[in-house]
């Protein structure tokens, strides 16, 4: 066989490959290596203080620790409904060890929330951020929506002030992430990382009740304005946290505790005082004081 024979066979040969290939739905190519993404900001932005907790290590769930009595209601618990997060990204905040039908308190509620279109939010996702945690639980708290962090990873609170939120948690209230639910206001992350305005709160609404009312929490804990909007349709951080409020929310019968946002708490280490003041309240519910 010539060159030119040899050649002509060869080309037939990859354009039966490449036709094939497509055939089955194989479009491009794995790129190995990708370059990591730039370092991510907290949820508001701004400079985190010197209030922020060092990184954590990825891990199993600590075993060693001594704790007031379970919160979960039930043994189900629930797991974050994110896909697994981008190549490249590694959350600040260890993976919960959850069982696989996690979710099952929500029934087809997590696909509803990953199929929405229904504020402006949707456009910029790369995934929505459904919450994670117990499910039933008996403590749940409530941030404003994810960012940069959160929309990549699909887990809720993994940034900086998901760690300071889980030292919260885990060094203050003596309790493990896993015992809790975390979830947000809004399910999509804001542009830049905005604040959510008032009618994406309300559209992503009916999902919160959705949630919460899974959930049967005894305590949620609003963090941040945004938060108490959707819970307690207004706002004023600094005058709502530290009382306790009766839920208006129908369906829902928990006790809400207003408190300052960990990325406030970052930029803002004086409030911190006021926060364990509030965790305590929140505690004191919980153990029935
Ligand atoms: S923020 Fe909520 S209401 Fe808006 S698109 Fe996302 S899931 Fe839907």
Redesign the pocket.
């Known amino acids: 066989m010539s060159d030119a024979e040899a050649l002509r066979v060869l080309a037939r040969a990859a354009r039966l490959l490449v036709a094939g290939e497509r055939e089955a739905g194989i479009v491009d190519l794995p790129i190995p290596n990708a370059p990591r993404p730039p370092e991510a900001e907290t949820r508001t932005g701004g400079t985190p203080s010197s209030a922020g907790s060092a990184a954590r290590d990825a891990g199993p769930a600590r075993s060693d620790r001594t704790s007031p009595a379970p919160l979960e209601r039930a043994t189900t618990t629930a797991a974050s409904a994110a896909p697994a997060a981008p190549s490249g990204f590694v959350p600040r905040v260890r993976p919960l060890v959850l069982p696989a039908n996690a979710l099952a308190a929500f029934g087809d509620l997590p696909a509803r929330?990953?199929a929405?279109?229904?504020?402006?939010?949707?456009e910029g996702?790369t995934q929505?951020v459904f919450g994670e945690g117990t499910a039933p639980a008996r403590l749940v708290f409530c941030g404003e929506?994810p960012g940069f962090e959160e929309d990549r990873s699909g887990r809720p609170f993994v940034g900086r002030a998901g760690e300071l939120l889980t030292d919260m948690i885990e060094k203050g209230m003596k309790l493990r992430r896993e015992d809790v639910f975390i979830l947000n206001a809004?399910?999509?992350r804001?542009p830049d990382n905005r604040t959510?305005a008032p009618d994406?709160i309300e559209?992503?609404?009916?999902?919160l009740l959705e949630q919460l009312a899974a959930l049967r929490p005894d305590v949620i804990v609003a963090l941040g304005n945004p938060a108490c909007r959707a819970l307690l349709g207004q706002e004023g951080i600094m005058k709502l946290r530290g009382r306790v409020f009766p839920s208006p929310l129908p369906g829902v019968a928990a006790r809400i505790v207003p408190t300052y946002h960990p990325a406030y708490l970052l930029r803002n280490p004086e409030g911190k005082r006021d926060a364990w003041t509030d965790l305590k309240l929140v505690m004191s519910l919980l153990s029935g004081d």
């Open positions: 929330v990953a929405c279109v229904a504020c402006r939010l949707c996702r929505t929506g809004v399910k999509c804001p959510p994406e559209a992503c609404r009916p999902f």
